[in-house]
């Protein structure tokens, strides 16, 4: 019996090392598509890319990344409209939010380093979503963590060097490319070997000459020596930033590693992973959920009082809105990880499992509830002290739980697409934050209630 054991096994293997053979060898005979107009592009994301250096050398670098937020997104377009590529009608959506984030930067921010960041990630997310490389039927689905790996590192990456082959025309005809190639490189630079020994010759002459020409001559010189090592560095730095962003671009057009990360295989992780007995996580969350109802009897005295606008006698405005403000806030972000693990490494899969259906329900209203006491203790504390950037930030973030978790508990009953929704939903708001002034619509907030 062993040895019949052994024998699959040594098959199943030999099975499985032969596919993985064949994937390599059609990985290495799978051609290059290269013509004129990937040529015309790659060139254009030279220039892309740094222009992306050149952000940070800018006097004003929130400008600099508005202005490039506009160039990239019409050369992205025009690359796949060049290409015949449509994109999804969703991905129009997220160039919305791209645009939204990212030209408003000129003018006002209240969050720079995270728009910064926010502005980064859905550049990449859209370009991935427009070039049709997204995993669920060119939406933004349950899938949108892989789609977002993909965007941010798989495709990029696995394309990095595409960029490189197109521009220096590597395709399947690869040995008469390179003919080609040297055929018109080498004259060009013969041509260059023997202008230099001239010119050397030449300039001083001509310098001497007349000395208009001799000034502009030394100008320049100063001028190179004094920004050539700069500029040797800048587009040094540039050459990876252009590799990259070419390599998601031109990945995304020709489904190129587009499929490393495979819904089949991201399933069966799943499936692995439910290895905790049912009893014990149902367990778990009614023993959580009891704790936190402890919480609100003892509290309710003054805890649901800011509802009415009612401060306690014992509070002032400021400590009766901080006092565990921030401590529930950051509850309600435990009771997401809470409610996403739960489902994640349970037994048996929700669909399935009534009581876990029920415990989603009981910590998702309980959230719920903890919710609604912070945003109406912060409302009070905003009516006394007027609004600030971080009370609005804080605001909008836990507006954000509020709809995620009252949309949990409709998920237990019906089915819709929960991520998708909340994540098109915090991209909006997040949006908002960026496109409204929020500075002015503050002073103006302010300046009315303060008469």
């Given at each position: 019996?062993?040895?019949?054991?052994?024998?699959?096994?040594?098959?199943?293997?030999?099975v499985n090392n032969s596919k993985l053979v064949e994937e390599i060898q059609e990985e290495k005979r799978q051609?290059?598509?290269?013509?004129?107009?990937?040529?015309?592009?790659?060139?254009?994301?030279?220039?892309?890319?740094?222009?992306?250096?050149?952000?940070?050398?800018?006097?004003?670098?929130?400008?600099?990344?508005?202005?490039?937020?506009?160039?990239?997104?019409?050369?992205?377009?025009?690359?796949?409209?060049?290409?015949?590529?449509?994109?999804?009608?969703?991905?129009?959506?997220?160039?919305?939010?791209?645009?939204?984030?990212?030209?408003?930067?000129?003018?006002?921010?209240?969050?720079?380093?995270?728009?910064?960041?926010?502005?980064?990630?859905?550049?990449?997310?859209?370009?991935?979503?427009?070039?049709?490389?997204?995993?669920?039927?060119?939406?933004?689905?349950?899938?949108?963590?892989?789609?977002?790996?993909?965007?941010?590192?798989?495709?990029?990456?696995?394309?990095?060097?595409?960029?490189?082959?197109?521009?220096?025309?590597?395709?399947?005809?690869?040995?008469?490319?390179?003919?080609?190639?040297?055929?018109?490189?080498?004259?060009?630079?013969?041509?260059?070997?023997?202008?230099?020994?001239?010119?050397?010759?030449?300039?001083?002459?001509?310098?001497?000459?007349?000395?208009?020409?001799?000034?502009?001559?030394?100008?320049?010189?100063?001028?190179?020596?004094?920004?050539?090592?700069?500029?040797?560095?800048?587009?040094?730095?540039?050459?990876?930033?252009?590799?990259?962003?070419?390599?998601?671009?031109?990945?995304?057009?020709?489904?190129?590693?587009?499929?490393?990360?495979?819904?089949?295989?991201?399933?069966?992780?799943?499936?692995?992973?439910?290895?905790?007995?049912?009893?014990?996580?149902?367990?778990?969350?009614?023993?959580?959920?009891?704790?936190?109802?402890?919480?609100?009897?003892?509290?309710?005295?003054?805890?649901?009082?800011?509802?009415?606008?009612?401060?306690?006698?014992?509070?002032?405005?400021?400590?009766?809105?901080?006092?565990?403000?921030?401590?529930?806030?950051?509850?309600?972000?435990?009771?997401?990880?809470?409610?996403?693990?739960?489902?994640?490494?349970?037994?048996?899969?929700?669909?399935?499992?009534?009581?876990?259906?029920?415990?989603?329900?009981?910590?998702?209203?309980?959230?719920?509830?903890?919710?609604?006491?912070?945003?109406?203790?912060?409302?009070?504390?905003?009516?006394?002290?007027?609004?600030?950037?971080?009370?609005?930030?804080?605001?909008?973030?836990?507006?954000?739980?509020?709809?995620?978790?009252?949309?949990?508990?409709?998920?237990?009953?019906?089915?819709?697409?929960?991520?998708?929704?909340?994540?098109?939903?915090?991209?909006?708001?997040?949006?908002?934050?960026?496109?409204?002034?929020?500075?002015?619509?503050?002073?103006?907030?302010?300046?009315?209630?303060?008469?």
């Amino acid at each position: 019996m062993e040895e019949q054991n052994a024998i699959v096994d040594r098959e199943l293997s030999g099975v499985n090392n032969s596919k993985l053979v064949e994937e390599i060898q059609e990985e290495k005979r799978q051609p290059l598509k290269v013509d004129g107009r990937d040529k015309i592009f790659a060139c254009i994301y030279l220039a892309l890319g740094y222009g992306f250096i050149q952000i940070f050398r800018g006097v004003d670098i929130f400008q600099n990344f508005a202005i490039f937020t506009a160039v990239y997104t019409i050369v992205v377009m025009a690359y796949l409209y060049v290409r015949g590529k449509r994109p999804p009608k969703e991905s129009y959506f997220w160039m919305v939010m791209l645009l939204g984030i990212g030209i408003p930067y000129a003018w006002w921010s209240i969050m720079p380093l995270l728009q910064m960041l926010a502005l980064i990630f859905v550049a990449a997310y859209w370009t991935l979503a427009a070039s049709g490389g997204l995993m669920g039927k060119q939406k933004t689905s349950q899938w949108v963590v892989c789609d977002s790996l993909n965007a941010l590192f798989v495709v990029p990456f696995s394309n990095f060097v595409c960029h490189v082959k197109v521009l220096f025309g590597e395709t399947e005809r690869r040995e008469d490319t390179k003919k080609s190639l040297a055929a018109k490189i080498l004259p060009i630079g013969l041509g260059i070997c023997i202008a230099i020994p001239i010119l050397i010759i030449a300039l001083p002459l001509l310098a001497s000459a007349d000395p208009m020409f001799g000034k502009m001559i030394m100008n320049s010189s100063f001028y190179i020596r004094e920004n050539l090592t700069i500029y040797i560095i800048q587009i040094i730095l540039s050459l990876p930033v252009t590799a990259y962003l070419f390599g998601l671009i031109y990945g995304g057009i020709y489904s190129r590693n587009t499929d490393k990360i495979k819904e089949e295989n991201v399933r069966a992780a799943g499936r692995n992973v439910r290895v905790i007995p049912d009893s014990a996580l149902h367990t778990a969350v009614l023993v959580v959920s009891a704790v936190y109802l402890l919480f609100i009897v003892l509290q309710g005295r003054y805890l649901f009082s800011a509802f009415a606008g009612i401060r306690p006698e014992e509070f002032t405005y400021s400590q009766y809105a901080r006092q565990g403000f921030f401590e529930l806030c950051d509850i309600a972000v435990l009771n997401l990880g809470v409610l996403l693990g739960t489902n994640l490494f349970t037994r048996t899969e929700r669909v399935k499992n009534v009581w876990l259906r029920r415990g989603n329900v009981l910590l998702s209203v309980l959230t719920f509830l903890i919710i609604t006491t912070a945003i109406s203790k912060m409302m009070l504390y905003i009516n006394a002290y007027g609004l600030t950037n971080k009370r609005i930030l804080t605001m909008v973030f836990m507006i954000w739980m509020l709809l995620v978790f009252g949309m949990m508990i409709v998920w237990q009953y019906k089915v819709f697409p929960i991520v998708r929704i909340s994540a098109m939903v915090g991209a909006v708001l997040f949006t908002l934050l960026c496109v409204v002034p929020i500075d002015y619509c503050i002073h103006a907030f302010n300046f009315y209630f303060s008469y």
